[in-house]
């Protein structure tokens, strides 16, 4: 007789880039920030995969559905929590995730002291065995799990990026061979180049990556943000306005200076 046979759900362990909001308190002025944020990119969360990290800030449990109903008023849904005690898991709130890291820095130079919330980008040993015996039991042996050292190829697009159009890409640079309309948006992990007008938004190192920077030939644009720090149109300062730029992130604050 043939055997019967045998059939499996197939489950792997994956890991994805998603964004980060750290509320601060405040909440009220956070999201005073938040509102100003959107009433300027109101569709900056749209479709994008969002956690929140609660571990800057002294919250209750009671407060945290309100919390998460202030932010799903807002058009912003939430994948996921960090930052809090396990035991708060229920079917009412988001998972609860726990052992994220920040996307690792380049090594700093010969001399130079870390940042003291530089990440290191690198597995403790205990870390690393756990991930080896959950890659195990997923029936992989990790290696996919480890970076490639190898630098990802740039995103290269030849055509004018339309109003509405959203364009991710986590490994690396974006280049863009025209302009960037109104209401679009670029999100890279490492820096953005347009070579032409930039009126949408520009989004570098949205991953971690504070090297990257924002190059465009015209600024027009409704939004710069380099690592999470961003400026809005009003905050661009008008003689910067419609001019060849290059943005870049210092002292936790965007930089714009004229290319010409």
Known sequence: MPQASSKHIRFRGRSFPVLTLEPEQPLEGWFEQLDALLEQSPAFFAKKSIVIDLGKMAIE?????????????????????????????????????????????????AGATPAKDASSGTLTPSEESAFKDIAKSLGSDGAAGVASATPAAPLILVEP?????????????????????????????????????????????????????????????????????????????????????????????????RLD
Not at 65 to 76: N, V
Not at 80 to 97: C, F, M, N, R, T
Not at 168 to 191: C, F, K, L, R
Not at 227 to 246: D, F, H, K, P, W
């Open 161 to 257: 990026v339309r109003s509405g159009q959203s364009i991710y890409y986590p490994e690396g640079d974006v280049t863009v061979i025209g302009s960037v309309a109104s209401g679009a948006e670029i999100m890279a992990g490492g820096s953005v180049h347009i070579y032409g007008t930039l009126r949408g938004r520009a989004m570098a190192g949205a991953y971690g990556e504070k090297r990257a920077r924002i190059f465009c030939r015209r600024l027009e644009a409704e939004l710069l943000s380099v690592c999470g720090v961003y400026l809005t149109a009003e905050e661009i300062s008008a003689n910067m306005q419609r001019q060849s730029i290059q943005a870049w992130l210092e002292n936790e604050t965007v930089k714009i200076a």
């Open 61 to 109: 449990q009671a407060q945290l559905g309100d919390l998460l109903a202030s932010l799903s008023r807002r058009g912003i849904r939430v994948m996921g929590l960090s930052g809090v005690d396990s035991s708060w898991a229920s079917d009412e709130l988001p998972p609860i995730l726990a052992g994220g890291r920040a996307t690792p820095q380049p090594p700093t130079e």
